[in-house]
């Protein structure tokens, strides 16, 4: 009955919308640096929040996850060792997925079409096979049932993708 959203703006604000009173409430702030185009999934009753852009360029690669029940944030594992922004992400199966974006690597961005998992009860992200696309950043992932999908975005310059492509958790990308 509830839905969450945050960050953004390089913030680290945290809201809860309740559907049957169509009120929005304050919840704990992210106790992290505020961030734009950040990455989230929710697995069972808890929300993940990670990677970004802060307001002075950096990209970053922490993970956090809320406690909806405790109104809490535990960090997590880093994804990868680069900083990350504007990634597609969903869940389904008890595990969480990241894929494309641009990463901050040697100085540079580069864009992306990798394919992470997160793993909540190791608390580990393990590097899935790269995706058979176009890499990119902006796109677009959700989950229906037990499969996933990315797609969309852009290169970065002139680009733009109308692609989707659904995983399933054979890691099988088609």
């Given at each position: 009955n509830?839905?969450y959203?945050g960050?953004g703006?390089y913030l680290?604000d945290?809201?809860?919308?309740d559907?049957?009173t169509?009120?929005w409430?304050v919840?704990?702030?992210l106790?992290?640096?505020?961030?734009?185009?950040?990455?989230?999934?929710?697995?069972?009753?808890?929300?993940y929040?990670?990677?970004?852009?802060?307001s002075?360029?950096?990209?970053?690669?922490?993970f956090?996850e809320?406690?909806?029940?405790?109104?809490?944030?535990?960090?997590?594992?880093?994804?990868?060792?680069?900083?990350?922004?504007a990634?597609?992400?969903f869940a389904?199966?008890?595990m969480g997925?990241?894929?494309l974006?641009?990463?901050?690597?040697?100085s540079?961005?580069?864009?992306?079409n990798d394919?992470?998992?997160y793993?909540?009860?190791?608390?580990?992200?393990?590097?899935?096979?790269?995706?058979?696309?176009?890499?990119?950043?902006g796109?677009i992932?959700?989950?229906i049932?037990s499969k996933g999908?990315?797609?969309?975005g852009f290169?970065?310059?002139i680009?733009?993708?109308e692609?989707l492509?659904e995983f399933?958790?054979?890691?099988d990308?088609?």
């Open positions: 509830f839905g959203m960050t703006d680290n945290f809201w809860k919308y559907q049957n169509n009120v409430s919840c704990s702030s106790p992290s640096v505020g961030r734009s185009l950040a990455s989230s999934f929710v697995i069972g009753s808890n929300g929040v990670g990677c970004g852009l802060t002075n360029g950096n990209y970053l690669n922490d956090w809320y406690n909806s029940t405790n109104n809490t944030w535990t960090q997590k594992a880093n994804i990868d060792i680069y900083g990350r922004r990634a597609s992400s389904f199966g008890g997925y990241i894929a974006g641009s990463i901050w690597k040697n540079q961005q580069l864009l992306t394919l992470w998992e793993d909540p009860n190791s608390n580990t992200w393990n590097q899935l096979d790269t995706l058979p696309s176009y890499k990119r950043r796109g992932g959700f989950s049932g999908y990315v797609g969309f290169d970065g310059g680009g733009t993708y692609d492509w399933t958790k054979s890691c990308v088609s």
